[in-house]
Structure formats: C-alpha cells, structure tokens
C-alpha cells in the first residue's frame, strides 16, 4: 500500500530517445509534484498540478511536458533526452498547495548514455 | 555509498550525542519551513516544519529553531540513532511565490556506533 509510487524505478536510455515516467498517488491529495535531484542532490521543483490543473512551472525546457489524467496520477514525458538530464526524478503530493507534509515517491534514477 | 563524491557538508556524531545540523535560508518573505530527511536510494521524508511566526517547534526527539533576524534555522536531533544517518534538506515556502518549496544544499549526518 505505496502511498506515492513511480515506475519505473531505473531507466536507461540513449540520447534523442522519449520516455516516460509515472507516478501514482493513493492518499487522496489533490496537489502533484515533479522534483528533480542532480548529481550534488540538489533538489529542485519542476511542475505541480491540483485538481489536474497546472498551478507551478518552473524554468524546464519544453522537452519535459507533465500530464495529469487524473488527480492521482501526474506522468512525465521527456522528449529528445539529452545527457543533462540525467538525475533522480521524484514525484511528490500533497493535501493542498501548500507543500508542508508533502509525501515523496522513491525516485527514478533517469541515466541518458 | 551514495553520499562519495558529494562535496555537501557532513557532520558525524557519536551515537547517542545530540545533532545540530544548520541551515541559511535567502528569503525574508518566507512564510515557512521545513525540514525532510533522505535516506540512501529514498526520496525525502517530512521531519518538521515551522511557521514564520514562531521561533521554536518541537517534535519526538527533533527541535527546529527559527532565527528570523540572521536568516538561519536549525534541526536539533536528540540522542542521534544510526537510523538518523542520512542527507538532511531545509526548505523554505512562500505564498507570495505560489507556495513553491525551495530547498537548500543539505547536509550529511553521518552516526558512527
């Protein structure tokens, strides 16, 4: 009973490619995060939805589009990968927008080769 | 482990003595904060947070104490476990900036038995 959980767990891939990562919450909260955790564990917003409608978007390039087909779910599409964006992806929710007790995912470790 | 290579600042404690780890925030206009707790190959865990207007917050075994005039804030822990080992981030949230969370550097907290 994983309160917030992502697949997949790795993910290996070559430049240029698109994938996916998903992220599923069974804690009934209505806000949805995407944070990205560099190599020197900084730890850094990228996207968040309530009620599936985007309310952060932080400077991310457009190759990294959120989709929220429910308010439990909130996917991540990455287009065209790039080295540079290699780095764990977390997954986050919340009971409001206010990311006080926000629970976290375990993490996607995305490796571009 | 994961934490070679990282140049985060570290702090190793005798199990069972008190840990203080330190944190600089930039913004005044912080409304709160908080701090979380990542274990290797974990995302980051709610430990405690504190409101702007208070100065102190206490928690089982955790102390968070808020200096507003240097901008710094502190997480004491009490009687540190080896369980306690981990990579500590304080956050700062603001509703002026929509409620986005910005986390600091973090901290090692390494317990040695």
């Known amino acids: 009973d994983t309160a917030v959980s992502q697949t997949p767990k790795y993910l290996v891939t070559q430049m240029g490619n698109d994938k996916s990562i998903k992220c599923e919450q069974n804690?009934?909260?209505?806000?949805m995060y995407w944070y990205k955790q560099d190599s020197k564990k900084f730890l850094k917003i990228m996207f968040s939805?309530?009620?599936?409608?985007?309310?952060i978007n932080e400077t991310v390039p457009n190759r990294f589009s959120p989709k929220s087909p429910d308010k439990a779910h909130l996917n991540l599409h990455i287009n065209s990968l790039e080295l540079g964006d290699s780095a764990v992806y977390f997954c986050a929710s919340s009971q409001d927008t206010r990311q006080g007790e926000a629970f976290f995912g375990q993490g996607t470790r995305l490796t571009v080769v | 482990g994961e934490s070679v290579g990282l140049h985060l600042p570290t702090l190793s404690v005798q199990e069972g003595d008190n840990s203080i780890i330190n944190c600089a925030y930039s913004?005044?206009?912080?409304?709160?904060f908080i701090w979380y707790k990542q274990e290797s190959g974990k995302g980051p865990q709610f430990i405690i947070d504190?409101?702007?207007?208070?100065d102190k917050r206490q928690g089982q075994r955790v102390t968070v104490l808020l200096n507003k005039t240097v901008k710094h804030l502190s997480l004491q822990i009490a009687a540190t476990q080896p369980g306690d080992s981990a990579v500590y981030f304080c956050?700062?949230?603001?509703?002026?900036?929509?409620?986005?969370?910005?986390f600091g550097a973090g901290t090692i907290l390494r317990v040695k038995s």
């Open positions: 913004n005044s206009a912080s409304d709160y």
């Open positions: 504190i409101r702007s207007n208070m």
């Open positions: 956050a700062e949230g603001s509703m002026e900036y929509g409620n986005k969370l910005v």
């Open positions: 804690l009934g909260h209505d806000t």
């Open positions: 939805y309530n009620n599936k409608e985007l309310i």
